[in-house]
């Protein structure tokens, strides 16, 4: 079975400080990666997903992740966050050979708040 | 990106009483999910359902949990006999076929008295 470690639980920047969000994954075949942020009060939304090709994915508002296969990681990256990414994101990894309905798993989430 | 709805979006009951949450699908998702989150902690797999069967459910999903999809319509999560510990954020989440991503509803907050 695979799981997701996220060890970043609270993390405070200012605003247009840089944001780096650990995520490790461990599973030992093909897997799927997905970032999902949750703002206050929010459904989960999808930031940025890699499925396969260029390991450097590009997502919305300006967020990034990098899948190294030999780390089993895939952090989220943002050069300058902003007030408005005050929210909590998660990581997450689904293996697409397990079945057609193969369900994700979620890390624990890291709460990340900006400040003024 | 589409819009999963979910009702109730909050529910409150008595120990031992049976609740239903519903989402309604959107068109030509196949795939339909069960997620919860309790306070604090990070959101759980509950259950799969395609074709109108479950695929997959986690040690959570015990015999107090079903999920229907009566005649196409919405998907539901019944919990037979509510414990305490059922109390969390239920999330509904769909996609459609091969690698499309999930998207998730707003969820119910479950609160058992």
């Known amino acids: 079975a695979q799981s997701v470690s996220q060890h970043n639980h609270h993390v405070i920047l200012s605003e247009a400080a840089s944001l780096e969000l650990g995520c490790n994954y461990s599973?030992?075949?093909?897997?799927?990666l997905f970032w999902y942020v949750q703002y206050p009060g929010q459904h989960l939304q999808l930031l940025l997903k890699?499925?396969?090709?260029?390991?450097l994915v590009k997502g919305i508002k300006g967020f990034e992740a990098e899948f190294i296969k030999s780390k089993f990681s895939f952090n989220l990256r943002k050069p300058s966050v902003q007030w408005s990414d005050t929210a909590e994101y998660f990581c997450?990894?689904?293996?697409?050979?397990?079945?057609?309905?193969?369900?994700?798993?979620f890390g624990t989430g890291t709460r990340l708040q900006v400040t003024l | 990106e589409p819009e999963v709805t979910q009702t109730p979006s909050h529910q409150v009951t008595q120990m031992g009483q049976e609740v239903i949450l519903r989402c309604v699908p959107i068109?030509?998702?196949?795939?339909f999910y069960w997620y919860r989150q309790i306070l604090g902690q990070k959101v759980e797999f509950l259950v799969s359902f395609y074709n109108n069967e479950i695929s997959e459910k986690s040690e959570i999903f015990d015999d107090q949990f079903s999920v229907e999809r009566p005649d196409g319509s919405n998907f539901t999560l019944k919990i037979r006999s509510t414990k305490l510990e059922d109390s969390a954020m239920y999330f509904c989440a769909m996609r459609g076929g091969g690698n499309s991503p999930l998207h998730f509803g707003n969820g119910t907050r479950l609160t058992v008295t």
């Open positions: 890699y499925f396969s090709g260029d390991p």
């Open positions: 068109s030509n998702h196949l795939y």
């Open positions: 997450a990894v689904n293996a697409p050979h397990t079945g057609t309905a193969s369900k994700l798993t």
């Open positions: 599973y030992g075949g093909t897997v799927n």
